[in-house]
């Protein structure tokens, strides 16, 4: 692996709101010390990569209204590291803007894909696997994934079924399946050959420009006559970004192209999407609370609690809850209905742009 050759992309352009109320449209997820670690989300994602690339090859993705929170956070970073979107698009827009950024630099690049807002325990089994991943691009123009090895028949995760006969540590893929049902999800955990799509990638700039041209070619209109590390590339981008149709890598590359392959990871992962991942990777107490603040508690089982230090909580009587304060908003919701708050979000908004 060389690492004079080796670059990071963290994506952190995303919203999260199924953390709602701590994750806004002016303050998301990626962004807060979510872990209660003293560090943000986007700080642990920059620690956990740092050694495994030169400091000046790390590249952060972000929307233009989060610049100087980007700033703030990751001060090492210069400005031309600082990838500022004009406009949503999903993955493949993100990822096409710092690929092609990072090729017309280094076209030898060997490029890792991350979001923010992950965490990952055994980091360095994750380092171990991302160098076996890198070896292997070093090498060819493959696309590769990094797939979990699945612990529940989870209907929220995208699967990866992989060539199951392969010896090797970097294994072919067959299919991809987004969110299936459960019965599904079960099948898929007794079969043994499909293992969660975690959103991590590792490409060689040569191979996933190609996968733009033949898959997205728009896009590789969009990006591949761009005057990067210019003045000139953020008004290049004004014009670039409405070329590009909102599209997940996933949907736009990954699931056509033929030559995609999977590094099996038990690396301690979780995206950390919702209260409930966040309650099941937290340290509980006696009574199986989660609490970041300052509570006192009586008769409580089961919760996630996450307030203000400065304010004093008294909680009696509540089983399996969220309980969440942060800024204007508190949010009381038995753990079981999280899937309602993108609801309680939409609501709020329509009471004021403050809310969300």
Not at 39 to 47: F, G, S
Not at 295 to 306: F, H, N, S, V, Y
């Amino acid at each position: 692996m060389n690492i004079q050759h080796t670059y990071v992309v963290i994506m952190a352009g995303g919203v999260g709101t199924r953390f709602w109320p701590f994750s806004r449209q002016s303050y998301p997820k990626q962004f807060h010390d979510v872990l209660g670690t003293g560090r943000t989300m986007l700080q642990m994602t920059y620690d956990r990569l740092a050694g495994i690339c030169l400091p000046e090859n790390v590249y952060v993705v972000t929307s233009l209204e989060y610049r100087d929170l980007t700033r703030q956070q990751l001060p090492e970073l210069s400005d031309h590291q600082i990838l500022l979107e004009p406009s949503r698009r999903n993955t493949a827009p993100c990822i096409a803007y710092a690929s092609y950024k990072i090729a017309s630099k280094d076209p030898e690049a060997n490029i890792i894909v991350t979001p923010a807002d992950h965490l990952i325990l055994k980091e360095q089994v994750f380092l171990d696997r991302l160098k076996v991943a890198l070896e292997a691009t070093e090498k060819s123009d493959i696309l590769v994934t990094l797939g979990i090895t699945p612990t529940r028949p989870d209907t929220g995760y995208g699967y990866i079924q992989f060539d199951y006969s392969s010896t090797s540590d970097v294994k072919r893929v067959k299919t991809f399946t987004e969110k299936p049902h459960l019965e599904l999800a079960q099948a898929f955990l007794e079969s043994g050959d499909y293992v969660w799509n975690a959103g991590i990638f590792v490409w060689n700039a040569r191979a996933i420009r190609q996968a733009f041209e033949l898959h997205l070619p728009e896009m590789d209109e969009a990006f591949r006559d761009l005057t990067f590390y210019s003045n000139d590339e953020s008004p290049s981008l004004l014009r670039a970004y409405p070329q590009c149709r909102s599209i997940s890598i996933d949907n736009g590359i990954m699931e056509k192209a033929q030559n995609v392959y999977v590094v099996l990871s038990d690396i301690g992962w979780s995206d950390l999407g919702t209260w409930k991942s966040l309650y099941e990777v937290s340290s509980q107490d006696e009574n199986g609370n989660v609490i970041d603040g300052h509570t006192m508690l009586q008769d409580t089982r089961g919760c996630i609690i996450k307030t203000p230090k400065e304010r004093l909580v008294v909680i009696k009587g509540l089983e399996n809850y969220i309980v969440a304060e942060f800024d204007n908003v508190l949010l009381v919701c038995p753990k079981d209905q999280e899937q309602k708050v993108k609801e309680f979000v939409s609501d709020a908004g329509k009471r004021g742009s403050e809310f969300v």
